[in-house]
């Protein structure tokens, strides 16, 4: 398995060996291209020397700041982020071992209890966690029970909703078309 989201081969190398850098490209995942988002992993792994929950959690909060706002930004709003990526990490130590993985291995959990998981970490609200748990499911070897109706719509096999179905330039166009028709739906509703 090896993940092509972000089109630059470390950055996408970072995210196929690395849950920590996967989980963050998720956290990452608003208000900024999906490529832009998950090649701050590798941003971040460039700049501080690791991608860790425990060096990052532990990082001085100013430094962590510099390194986000350093050109080319890992997000447009640096200090928010930069702290939300913090909090992320220093919650995968305190609950987790520093192991984001452990979210959807320890235990053997079904899809649900990745699900509920994944909804009880800082800065990943519903429609985040069905999206990462169907990117876990469609491309990261997760397996559990019911992982696809946990996932909800962004699970369907042969969809172009999310992350979680890019695997190539072409299904990265598919899934940006599929994000333009869904907002101008959106926008004609009212």
Known sequence: MALTITGDESADALLTDNPLA???GMLLDQQIAMETAF?????I???IGAVDAETIAGYDPDAFLEAFRQSPAVHRFPGSMAERVRTLCQTLVDDWDGDAAAIWTQGAPTGAEVLRRLKALPGFGEQKARIFLALLGKQYGFAGDGWREAAGAYGEDGSFRSVA????????AK?????RAAKAAAKQKG
């Open 45 to 47: 792994r460039q700049r």
């Open 165 to 172: 179905d890019i695997t190539s330039p072409e299904t990265l």
């Open 22 to 24: 996967l989980l963050i």
């Open 39 to 43: 090649t701050g992993p590798e941003k």
């Open 175 to 179: 899934v940006r078309e599929h994000k």
